[in-house]
Each structure stands twice: as C-alpha cells, then as structure tokens.
C-alpha cells in the first residue's frame, strides 16, 4: 500500500511542475487576436511598463495583469469574412487585468524582451522527461529491493 502512496504522491509533484502560464489567453478571451497565436515571446503576470509596451496602453501602462506578446505576427482583427479587406498583419500583445477587462495592440517587430524580466515559457519537456524517468526509476528501485520478511524455516 505504500508504493501506492510514493506513486500518488510522484504523480502530484509531476502535476505540480507541468503546471504554469506557457499557452495562449483562454478561449474566451473576448475575441482577442492573442488567442490564435500559438507561439509568444513573453506570457506572465507584469506590468506594460515592465515589458516596455508602456506606449501601447498609457493609461494601463503600470497596472498588473496578465500578458501575453506574441512572438510571430498575427492577423490583428482575427478571421474576416469573405470580400472584407484583411487587418494589418503585426505582434501583438494582449492584457488581461485581475477585474477581468482587457485589452490588446499591435506591436513593433523590433521588440525584444527587456533584460531581467522572466519569460514564463513553461518547463521544457527534456526536463519533464527526466523527472518523470527518476520517479518511475525510483518507484521501480523501492518495489524491487524492498526488505521482506525471511520465512521461518520449518525444521
């Protein structure tokens, strides 16, 4: 019963580490071009100012939210129906503020990521792979040389 537990409680931690901010805004992100991107420069919780995107939003420019900068260039006005003109192609970022109101804007394809700010890109699967190995290498290390009771011998 115990390998049970030593699995449940590897399989939290896994959990645990997988966890975090690396995909796209969710769905219902009010239609922003941010939630058809697939790849993004920067994706965490700061501020525009940090990011130096403080021009996109003056007014917003120092409150904390959760922003995502796409890292290709996106149609900005998503899906257009047929014979309508197609929007400016450019990167975006998109900002969802903790009162659940957003915004989005076109940024400079020049943009780079300031030095000193984290880009929460997730955790790598090599490392995922490696800690998921140990964990199973350890389960299986505790189930093989486990000590069991010697039999009495019946002499």
Request: aromatic share 6%; glycine share 16%; proline share 10%.
């Amino acid at each position: 019963m115990k390998w049970l537990s030593m699995i449940g409680i590897a399989g939290l931690v896994t959990g645990c580490a997988i966890g975090g901010l690396s995909g796209p805004p969710p769905p219902g992100f009010g239609g922003m071009p941010c939630s058809g991107a697939t790849r993004f420069a920067f994706a965490g919780e700061t501020t525009l100012a940090a990011l130096g995107l403080g021009q996109v939003d003056p007014t917003g420019s120092d409150r904390v939210g959760t922003v995502w900068v796409t890292a290709d260039k996106i149609d900005l006005a998503g899906p257009q129906p047929a014979g309508v003109a197609a929007a400016p192609v450019s990167r975006a970022v998109c900002v969802q503020w903790p009162d659940g109101s957003g915004m989005a804007g076109p940024v400079d394809d020049a943009w780079q990521l300031p030095a000193g700010v984290n880009a929460n890109k997730g955790i790598p699967a090599p490392l995922i792979a490696v800690v998921v190995g140990a964990l199973l290498l350890a389960g299986a290390s505790y189930l093989a040389f486990r000590r069991r009771p010697i039999p009495a011998s019946e002499d």
